[in-house]
């Protein structure tokens, strides 16, 4: 075997060696989460599982048919929007609070939505306004019902560094997680309210992020047909032409966002929380009394 073959081989081992402590954790955290619970918190688990059940359901679908979701958004929610006129705009806030609860339903795709019906500006501020009603819903539901899951699940420890660093970086990560286009929008939500950040600073945050996302997305949305969108309501034709082109660019942007998020779920188990770990130990020693 030449030193090219060695460490390749070396490097394989390594990879394997890596998945298999990552789902040795997840497995010894999912055992840890389903333990000890009261029966307040039963509810709350009972209540994730189901939204999880649904979730997966829709993707299973996606899978089964790549233009299953868009075709679904494009009928039952822009369609109706559409038809619906000067209330079209109450139907989208709406919307936007379901799409919040179900992960797999992108807040993206419904984004691109409303610069289709209301353009630039209008997109903008009907996007900002439902970013924020669907980021306060699925806060306020990982508060209530998720903080005993995410101790079990993370553990104290690793929680306990976590609160340590979201006190002090909370602010600036939500923004930046808010305002890149690709990060996905829900997952942050109830990860600040697992973590109980503050609402204060998660609101303020979630707002200014969603500035600088909604208008991204309004202007790529306006971009996305043509004529008329009011032309849907009356030609079949023009409506499965679009969801067919349509389809395409959400298959890639949803993606996208699952290596987006994949690569999230790495990053924090193999970099960012062993050396958060080490940081805090390191200033626990510093601050501690001789």
Known sequence: MNHKDSNESSRKK????NVKKAIAWLLEATKR????HTKSTWVWITFF??????SVVILFLQYQDDTWLFDKVVRWFLIPIIELEAW????????MGIQGILVPIPSELVLLSSGLVWGLEGGSILGIIGSLIAGVLTYYIAVLGGRPMMERFLGQENLDVLDFY???????????????PFMAFDPISYASGFLKIKFRTYF?????GSIIRCVFYAWL??????????????????????????SARFNLMLIIIVIVLGFAYLFYQFLLMPYLKKKRFEEKNLNSPL
């Open 221 to 246: 949305g306006s971009t996305l047909y043509e004529g008329n969108p009011r032309d849907l309501i009356n030609d079949p034709k023009a409506v499965q032409s679009f969801i067919d082109v349509g």
């Open 88 to 95: 079209g705009w109450l139907f989208f806030l709406i919307f």
């Open 49 to 54: 599982i189901i939204i999880f059940i649904i």
């Open 204 to 208: 303020i945050a979630t707002l200014i």
């Open 33 to 36: 989460t389903f333990k000890g």
């Open 14 to 17: 390594i990879e394997s060696k």
């Open 166 to 180: 979201i006190e002090k970086y909370g602010a600036v990560t939500i923004l930046i997680a808010r305002a890149f």
